[in-house]
């Protein structure tokens, strides 16, 4: 059975820390998408990731992709309030097929 | 817009009754998805629709839940005898494969509240 697990589910932090999301998968894959979610509204994509190795970063967040260990990496620094939302990682399994983590609920604290 | 559309926006319905949603993908997009979100809760996957192929409809929950999708192009999702469980948000995303990866751009979604 194809498992998407995303680590922490919840997490609260403080403004300025830097915490890492973690995202584990247990089926062959090369392609894997980052997404954002705020309450009461639609995902938005965040990064692209198509290659082992790959890393993508805009502002405060940096995406890494290590397919051997079939682990994605979400990196936050030096957190902000506006960063509180929920992040979904997606895992391409292939056929334009692909399933999402269970998501992680970020709460970025003053 | 170019975006993702879906409709109803908000659905009150009672329960046994059968409801009908709809996703306008964007045009071009050969893949369109169904998702279920229930309140707080991750996405559950329905069922995916790509080009002409058969669907995968792997993820539906339920003999009572169907979806079509008509001209490769507009998806209508049916559930059939609603029940209370059925409550949640619906989400349609379409993608188009390309060199660029297969990222999937979401609609605002249906919220449907079964009474």
């Known amino acids: 059975e194809l498992k998407v697990e995303q680590n922490p589910l919840f997490l609260s932090m403080q403004e300025g820390k830097n915490y890492t999301i973690y995202c584990n998968y247990s089926?062959?894959?090369?392609?894997l998408y980052w997404y954002r979610q705020d309450p009461g509204k639609s995902l938005e994509s965040l990064f692209v990731?198509?290659?082992?190795?790959a890393v993508k970063q805009e502002g405060r967040l940096m995406a890494s992709l290590d397919t051997k260990a079939r682990l994605s990496t979400l990196h936050i620094t030096a957190a902000v309030h506006d960063l509180s939302a929920t992040y979904f990682c997606?895992?391409?399994?292939?056929?334009?097929?692909?399933?999402f983590g269970a998501g992680t609920r970020l709460t970025v604290k003053p | 817009g170019a975006g993702v559309s879906q409709s109803p926006s908000n659905k009150v319905t009672e329960k046994g009754k059968d409801v009908e949603l709809r996703c306008d993908p964007i045009?071009?997009?050969?893949?369109l998805y169904w998702y279920r979100q229930s309140l707080g809760q991750g996405l559950e996957f329905l069922i995916y629709?790509?080009?002409?192929?058969?669907?995968?409809k792997s993820g539906l929950p339920s003999d009572r839940f169907s979806a079509e999708r008509t001209g490769g192009s507009v998806s209508t999702l049916t559930i059939q005898r609603t029940q209370q469980e059925d409550s949640a948000v619906y989400l349609c995303?379409?993608?188009?494969?390309?060199?660029?990866?297969?990222?999937?751009?979401f609609g605002p979604g249906t919220r449907l509240t079964v009474l």
């Open positions: 045009s071009g997009h050969t893949a």
């Open positions: 990731l198509l290659s082992n190795g």
């Open positions: 629709f790509q080009g002409n192929s058969a669907p995968d």
């Open positions: 995303a379409s993608s188009l494969d390309s060199a660029g990866g297969r990222e999937q751009f």
């Open positions: 997606a895992v391409d399994i292939g056929n334009n097929d692909m399933r």
């Open positions: 089926t062959t894959s090369d392609r």
